[in-house]
């Protein structure tokens, strides 16, 4: 059926929201990469089973990751009336047992993390209900209680391959203000005041980069969505787009709009099977309800989005590689100017955002850029989300508010080491961000405070060291990294790079000399300054920075040597 | 153009908007080190040695890519500028093996052939900072005319932009990242194995010791040779070459102008720039005579000229033929024509008379390199032309690749052009003509269609090319036959193709002059033919020797000044290459001793150079 109106997107809605709080149990399995490798899909099994000899109409589906990856398999619960549940370490021999309760109205409380009154999708609230009194709340659970969902409002909650949850959710709803009610310009200028910067890792805002592609004089457009993330251990693409695609899409359309695009497209990581599926289900989706294709809601505005997998190198998520490897040529950077946003894709202005950029719109169209730029600071509004990872206990992804200390989401939030170790750094922006100490962890999270301190934000790696972390280990692990991945194409990357990982492994095997400090420190330099893309630029972040706090550690393997 | 204004170090340069720095700064007279770039060539900005500072920006950035802007200040030398250029390149002369002095060339500031260690002078790399790794890549010798020792690749990517962008080829591309990048054939195969074409213009533009020729290898510094500008007239498309000579032996030629601008891009295939290093025929270094006995024995000079009048007066005018090649300057060509008039000799044709009397009964329109450059649909009828016109396969490439053109080949033969083409047509020999009904309707409905017809023995049959020019000349499609020698236009145009038609030779003198190429007879054909007497003038030994009774050297088309007709249309002088030996003789001035002596007074060419 094709939308075309408020009142369809309305009557979709009611049908939907019977799914998710409905007159039927619901039990939902987070079905994202973290819980399947945790064995979601037995657990989803064994429910399966279960309901068919229990013969009850129960309604089994599947959602996305909520973010405590520590707890995987997450299920969650809706029994009519009453709060939703959070169900922690799921496993399948625990289907019948807790089926057998929540026929009863009960569920078992040893698996209960917290429950959920009420939940806040920004465009519609929905209410739960009330009972399980004496399980925690949501909101005053240690590992959830200071993060603020904007981007994951519905991850975890909805089934991200049902475009009527989304809809119920207050999906699509957004789209249709900016097409009905807004001309692009007012999109743009409503991007503008929200704030809001790239969450790719340079933090360019937004508003003015649509801005300036919408401005570039040409016949055609086009909007890519960077799905490549590529840093060791980040996940916060994969689950955005494995738990609410449609957010992503969403952003995108209205983003093709502002600008004045037709195509889009998604270009992601081959190694993201199931985000692919995913965003295929959804894109097949929003064409089969009008919201992607021909004339958008019945307006003259035709938008498409295709998916383009990833070759596979790490570079490709910088831009112009990006467009290179969309065109079909080996993915390396190329000069700028001219930048993308004038000469892009086939030569034409091109917008590039990070997934979490564009998940960000829909809401700031709906609510307000005034409302959005009231989260965060001043000039870091909004939220971030992280993947805190490395020696933290509560693994997982966080979304917080830009100008959260780093204090706060170590130990508020993750709860430090474990094992009772002290923590002794934190490592944000990726193979080129740098190491900041425990003494630092006061700064504030925001895209200049990252940067006084040698780091960058990136795109929400967070890796958490303990006391027994070798620094210059660290050093050279993300050196070797950036060494493998650098493209080639510029001499003082490609070869300065392999010449700063010779002299740090030197020194890890003891044989560094003092004049090795200097050297590294030069080459750290040349390489920043002469560079061509952002890839050689930040590269030497970890070296720099662990010099920087932890000169001792080098100096005391160099010593041995002496 | 809008102008723009700039500083450069403090002085107020104007460019155009569009310009790089590096350009702006170049045409102001500033010099800047470069590597990676290339001016006939996109910008690459791999090596970062351009770098410079420009106020405002915390990073250097690369004057070869940064367009200029107004009110830009930059400073092209500053401490800072200089330590970074220094620091990069002791970094690219540490990445491989740069060994100066093992190295073919390499060699003192003045001399060296190799632009990264001029730039090493330059910037004053006096020892190396870092540890050399010299990690074993490897040697590609397969290559039939160079070769790729990646060992002293500095990956600046000027074989790849060339061979792509110039050449239109796409042979050569970076494999493997990082540190362990390699230029790569075909992603992978030896270059011998490739699709490359032998042009050498990769090797023309490497900066490094990392592509060399198989030919000027240990043949000296090109800064040591003597160095000539002129064009390569073998095939007609008259690409500009400069050629370095020492010692009379060429060591090298190179496309000149490979420039921005230059519609051929200033390359060279494979016969051009190759062509003379690999020559193995050997030269007619001594006049021949037939003695008493029928055997050949060596003779002075002037004995075989006075055999050779001694020929001319005993045969009457109508029992005289004139056999030329067309592959000889105009001046010899009109010579010839003039020297047989006078003689009142009226059967004289060139070896590719036949195809010129098979095309001038066609009016079809001309195509010429433009209309290949913007047509959206190629025929190439016959044979290979990458072999034969290998420029001419470039604009043909390069509207494929640019423009999406779509090429149809029809050939008996493989060639490396069948790549680029949609569909290849497998035709016998000589039944090219058969198929064109069936491409008719495509060629009409292509907005521009351009036939291209390639190959000697296609244009001799007059059978295969009437369909094709018929066609052409019914739907006045742009049509380029491809002539078959570097001349062929000229000696067309100045008549020498007015063979008689009578069926036997018996009884008669041929004067046989072959300049460089050989006949299109064989001995069996020519002996079959039954000429009395041969006169035989010709720079390279030649099996039709045996028939002939007088044996004259002659020189090479590199030895020999004169004039050209090329397919554009141009009328070009080409200056020799290299000195001839003393007893070779253009045929111009052979036959103007034999004129003196035959008493037919001075033959006038000047007339007809000019109406060329
Ligand atoms: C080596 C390198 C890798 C990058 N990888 C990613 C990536 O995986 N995802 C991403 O969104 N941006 C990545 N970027 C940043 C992008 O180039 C670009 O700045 C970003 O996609 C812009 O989107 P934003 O404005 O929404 O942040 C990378 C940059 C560099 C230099
Ligand atoms: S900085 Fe590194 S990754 Fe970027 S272009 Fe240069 S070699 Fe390639
Ligand atoms: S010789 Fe010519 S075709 Fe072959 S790789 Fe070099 S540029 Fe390309
Ligand atoms: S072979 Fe020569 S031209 Fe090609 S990348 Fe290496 S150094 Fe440059
Ligand atoms: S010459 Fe500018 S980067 Fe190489």
Not at chain 1, 90 to 113: F, M, T, Y
Not at chain 2, 153 to 178: K, P, Q, W
Not at chain 2, 267 to 289: A, F, H
């Amino acid at each position: 059926m094709r939308v075309r109106s408020l009142d369809d997107l309305k009557a979709i809605a009611q049908r939907a929201l019977e799914k998710l709080c409905g007159r039927r149990i619901r039990i939902a399995v987070g079905l994202a990469t973290c819980g399947i490798a945790t064995g979601a899909e037995e657990v989803y099994s064994a429910f399966l089973k279960g309901i068919e000899s229990l013969k009850r109409d129960i309604l089994l589906t599947k959602v996305g990751c909520i973010g405590y990856c520590r707890e995987e398999p997450i299920v969650n619960v809706v029994i009519p009336g009453k709060a939703l549940l959070l169900l922690s370490r799921v496993r399948p021999e625990d289907a019948s047992e807790i089926l057998k309760n929540l026929i009863d109205g009960d569920v078992p409380r040893e698996k209960i993390v917290c429950r959920v009154k009420e939940w806040d999708h920004l465009l519609e609230k929905i209410h739960y209900g009330d009972g399980f009194t004496d399980v925690s709340l949501y909101e005053d659970t240690p590992f959830f209680k200071h993060q603020r969902k904007i981007v994951l409002r519905n991850a975890g909650i909805i089934n991200p391959e049902d475009i009527e949850e989304y809809i119920a959710v207050g999906g699509y709803r957004s789209l249709y203000k900016a097409l009905t009610e807004m001309t692009p310009e007012m999109v743009i200028e409503e991007v503008k005041r929200s704030g809001l910067r790239g969450r790719g890792g340079a933090g360019f805002p937004t508003g003015l980069k649509w801005e300036i592609t919408a401005k570039s004089e040409s016949d055609e457009r086009y909007i890519i969505c960077n799905a490549d993330e590529g840093d060791p251990g980040a996940y916060m693409n994969r689950n955005e787009m494995e738990s609410d695609p449609h957010s992503l899409i969403e952003g995108m359309i209205i983003g093709g709009y502002a600008i004045g695009a037709k195509e889009g497209i998604i270009y992601v990581r081959a190694e993201y099977p199931l985000a692919i599926s995913r965003l295929q289900i959804a894109i097949e989706q929003s064409r089969r309800y009008g919201l992607l294709g021909e004339n958008i809601f019945g307006t003259d505005f035709s938008f498409d989005i295709r998916i383009v997998k990833g070759a596979g190198a790490f570079v490709c998520g910088e831009e112009t590689a990006m467009i290179a490897s969309i065109e079909g040529e080996t993915g390396r950077p190329r000069p700028r100017p001219p930048f993308p946003a004038e000469k892009g894709l086939w030569g034409k202005p091109t917008n590039i955002n990070n997934v979490e950029t564009w998940c960000n719109i829909p809401v700031i169209v709906y609510k307000g850029g005034e409302w959005f730029s009231k989260i965060g600071t001043k000039n870091n509004t909004g939220t971030k989300v992280f993947s805190l990872v490395g020696e933290v206990q509560r693994v997982g992804l966080v979304e917080v508010p830009l100008g959260t200390s780093l204090k706060r989401i170590v130990y508020d939030i993750g709860n430090g080491c474990p094992d009772g170790l002290k923590v002794k750094a934190v490592q944000i922006g990726g193979p080129s961000g740098g190491c900041i100490p425990e003494g630092l962890l006061d700064i504030p999270v925001d895209y200049e405070s990252l940067k006084e301190v040698g780091s960058i934000m990136g795109s929400g790696g967070m890796v958490v060291m303990s006391e027994r972390t070798s620094m210059v280990e660290t050093a050279a692990f993300f050196v070797s990294f950036t060494s493998e991945e650098s493209c080639g194409k510029c001499a003082p990357c490609r070869e300065g790079l392999k010449q700063m990982l010779n002299i740090l492994n030197k020194i890890l095997m003891g044989k560094g000399s003092p004049s090795d400090l200097e050297l590294l420190k030069e080459l750290s330099e040349t390489i920043k300054t002469t560079s061509l893309c952002g890839l050689g630029q930040t590269a030497p972040n970890p070296v720099l920075t662990t010099i920087k706090y932890f000169k001792e550690e080098y100096e005391e393997l160099i010593k041995r040597y002496d | 153009m809008r102008e723009v204004k700039l500083k450069i170090d403090g002085k107020e340069v104007i460019a155009t908007e569009g310009m790089t720095i590096l350009e702006a700064a170049r045409k102001a007279g500033f010099e800047i080190p470069t590597l990676c770039y290339h001016d006939g060539l996109s910008a690459h900005g791999g090596c970062r040695l351009c770098v410079v500072e420009v106020k405002g920006s915390p990073r250097l950035l690369t004057s070869c890519t940064t367009p200029v802007t107004n009110g830009m200040e930059v400073s092209i030398n500053t401490d800072r500028v200089k330590e970074a250029r220094k620091f990069v390149m002791n970094l690219i002369m540490t990445e491989r093996n740069h060994f100066c002095m093992f190295c073919e060339k390499s060699g003192r500031y003045e001399e060296t052939d190799c632009e990264l260690q001029k730039r090493a002078y330059e910037v004053q790399i006096e020892h190396f900072p870092f540890p050399v790794y010299v990690n074993k890549y490897p040697i590609d010798t397969t290559s039939p005319v160079m070769v790729m020792d990646h060992n002293r690749c500095i990956l600046c990517g000027r074989c790849v932009r060339v061979c792509s962008e110039v050449v239109a080829n796409s042979t050569l591309d970076f494999s493997f990242r990082g540190s362990k990048a390699l230029i790569a054939s075909d992603t992978g195969l030896n270059r011998g194995e490739s699709s490359c074409i032998s042009c050498g213009a990769c090797m023309q533009v490497c900066p490094a010791g990392a592509l060399f020729s198989k030919f000027g290898g240990y043949k000296g510094k090109k800064s040591l040779c003597e160095k000539i500008e002129t064009f390569c007239p073998i095939c007609g498309v008259g690409c500009e070459t400069t050629n370095y000579v020492r010692y009379n032996n060429i060591v090298e030629i190179e496309g000149s102008g490979l420039a921005k601008g230059n519609l051929d891009g200033g390359q060279l295939c494979e016969k051009g720039r190759y062509g003379p290093l690999m020559e193995t025929r050997n030269r007619i270094s001594l006049p021949l005579l037939r003695d008493s006995r029928g055997r050949f024995v060596e003779s002075s000079y002037q004995e075989a000229i006075n055999k050779s009048i001694q020929l001319l007066k005993a045969y009457s005018p109508d029992k005289i033929v004139f056999r030329v090649s067309s592959f000889l300057p105009a001046e010899d060509l009109a010579y010839i024509k003039g020297f047989a008039l006078k003689l009142g000799v009226k059967d004289i044709d060139t070896f590719d008379g036949e195809i010129y009397r098979n095309l001038i009964s066609f009016d079809y329109p001309k195509a010429n390199y433009e209309d290949i450059l913007n047509s959206d649909l190629i025929i190439l009828v016959g044979g290979d032309i990458v072999k034969e016109h290998g420029v001419v396969g470039s604009y043909i490439r390069r509207a494929v690749r640019n423009k999406g053109a779509e090429l149809i080949i029809i050939s008996p033969a493989e060639s490396k052009m069948d790549r680029f083409s949609k569909e290849v047509r497998r035709v016998a020999e000589g039944s090219e003509g058969s198929v064109v009904k069936e491409y008719e309707e495509k060629i009409r409905k292509a907005s521009n269609p351009v036939i291209i017809l390639e190959g000697a023995y296609l244009l001799k049959n007059r059978e295969a090319i009437e369909s094709w020019l018929k066609f052409a000349e019914a739907s006045k499609v742009k049509t380029l036959p491809l002539p078959p020698t570097g001349n062929s236009l000229a000696a067309w145009k100045l008549g020498i193709s007015s063979k008689s038609n009578e069926n036997t030779e018996s009884g008669k003198l041929l004067f046989l002059i072959l300049g460089d190429i050989d006949s299109s007879y064989s001995p069996a054909s020519l002996a079959e033919l039954g000429f009395e007497a041969i006169i035989l003038h010709g720079a390279y030994i030649d099996p039709m020797m045996k028939l002939a009774d007088v044996v004259l050297p002659g020189k090479s088309w590199l030895e020999n000044e004169g004039t050209y007709k090329l397919i554009s249309g141009e009328v070009k002088k080409f200056t020799p290459i290299l000195r001839a030996e003393k007893d070779a003789k253009s045929p111009r001035e052979l036959l103007s001793e034999l004129a003196d002596a035959l008493r037919l007074g001075k033959i006038d060419i000047d007339s007809l150079i000019t109406s060329l």
